[in-house]
């Protein structure tokens, strides 16, 4: 079994355009009929509604709105699949997600794009396994 972690802002949603990312919804369609999703977030009431305003809570199995993003989100959504479940998590920051993705022994995935597409790994510990700067690339990472 694999199992996704998106992070929401600047990943799948590009808060400059105020809608989803190019791709999103064809990849959030196409990986969610053969793998189990989940997505974590920053923010509060407002983010919670944005997500819904978007209609796409139907792909993921469980979604994660914090006031800070922490690693304890990505630790509820292990809780939730067998242990043999194989991880990924694809973030836009290799400070947040990626590093939290890596501590959680997960493989990870840097969508190397948009506003902290400059924000190089300060350690090992926010090294991503993979960088891409298309959505679509994901398919072939967990795929292989």
């Known amino acids: ?32 009929e053969k793998h189990t999703l989940f997505l974590v977030a920053k923010g509060g009431e407002d983010r ?13 199995r469980a979604i994660s709105v914090q006031e800070e ?3 304890e989100q990505f630790q509820e959504c292990e809780k939730m699949l067998d242990a043999d479940t ?20 997960m493989t990870t995935i840097w969508f190397k ?3 902290f597409a400059e924000e190089a790994p ?11 700067a298309q959505l679509f690339e994901i398919a072939d990472i967990i795929n292989n």
């Open 113 to 115: 794009n948009g506003k």
């Open 122 to 132: 300060q350690n090992q510990d926010e090294d991503p396994n993979f960088t891409i």
């Open 86 to 105: 194989n991880w990924f998590v694809v973030g836009d920051r290799t400070r947040k997600e990626i590093k939290y993705g890596n501590l959680c022994g």
């Open 1 to 32: 079994m694999k199992a996704i972690i998106f992070d929401f802002n600047r990943t799948i949603y590009d808060p400059e355009s105020g809608s989803l990312h190019n791709g999103s919804l064809e990849c959030l369609k196409s990986l969610s």
């Open 69 to 71: 993003k922490n690693i």
């Open 48 to 60: 919670k509604q944005l997500i819904q305003s978007l209609d796409i809570e139907e792909f993921f």
